[in-house]
């Protein structure tokens, strides 16, 4: 096990809902990131929170927002839920150090939450 | 843009044999990373290897090896020895710098089955 949390496990919502999703990052990681998984395919990139502010965001919409704690863990919030927002979210945690320590930075993945929308 | 292709939407083989699982990337970066996931149904996403665009040496993590053909732009991942265990699928993913854990691109995965 990695050491990262999310929760709840599973979730079903109705659309046009809102949703809070929750990760708990493993111990000494400051960066957290989240991605969708659709069936059936790949996980995507939703946007990135290192030392409290976002990092990075995929193509995705601004419904779609997070916050990272003091403690370094986080939330991804959804609003107004669509029936295509259905799918596992992922949350991972890494580390990250200043650029050319010449080292890779592994993201480790917590084992998702399933979000249905009906 | 960066993409991985990974064109084996399910794969058997036989238990305790080799299997190799193929995956092709585009990236217009020189400084790039190179992952591969298993993830089982339960749904985490568990790493297995990485191997970095200026390694001199193809990356080996135990019964894991990764075979990097950089003028292809190809990593494909060996598994030695196949086991039960090994039933699951996997995902090779990309990130454009080294020194960063920011965001990672994804194939569509690969379904392996090992038979007894």
């Known amino acids: 096990e990695t050491g990262v949390t999310q929760s709840p496990t599973h979730l079903i919502k109705t659309r046009g809902q809102q949703v809070t999703l929750r990760c708990s990052s493993q111990?000494?990681?400051?960066?957290v990131s989240w991605y969708q998984q659709a069936l059936g395919q790949g996980p995507q990139f939703i946007f990135q929170?290192?030392?409290?502010?976002?990092?990075g965001r995929g193509n995705f919409p601004p419904r779609f927002s997070g916050l990272q704690f003091p403690n370094y863990s986080s939330e991804l919030n959804v609003n107004a839920l669509e029936l295509d927002d259905s799918a596992l979210y992922l949350c991972a945690s890494s580390k990250e150090e200043d650029p050319g320590t010449g080292q890779s930075y592994e993201q480790y993945f917590g084992p998702g939450t399933r979000l249905t929308v009906t | 843009a960066q993409k991985i292709t990974q064109t084996q939407p399910g794969m058997f083989v036989q238990e305790k044999e080799a299997v190799t699982l193929d995956c092709t990337y585009d990236?217009?970066?020189?400084?790039?990373?190179l992952f591969w996931y298993k993830q089982p149904s339960s749904g985490e996403m568990i790493f297995l290897i990485y191997q970095g665009s200026y390694d001199q040496q193809n990356a080996t993590e135990g019964r894991y090896s990764l075979n990097f053909q950089k003028a292809r732009k190809s990593a494909n991942l060996v598994i030695s020895a196949s086991q039960l265990g090994d039933s699951a699928m996997y995902f090779c993913?990309?990130?454009?710098?080294?020194?960063?854990?920011?965001?990672?691109?994804f194939g569509s995965g690969t379904r392996l089955l090992v038979r007894p």
């Open positions: 111990s000494g990681h400051n960066t």
């Open positions: 993913a990309m990130r454009e710098g080294l020194y960063s854990s920011y965001k990672l691109i």
């Open positions: 929170y290192y030392r409290e502010e976002e990092n």
């Open positions: 990236t217009s970066d020189p400084s790039y990373g």
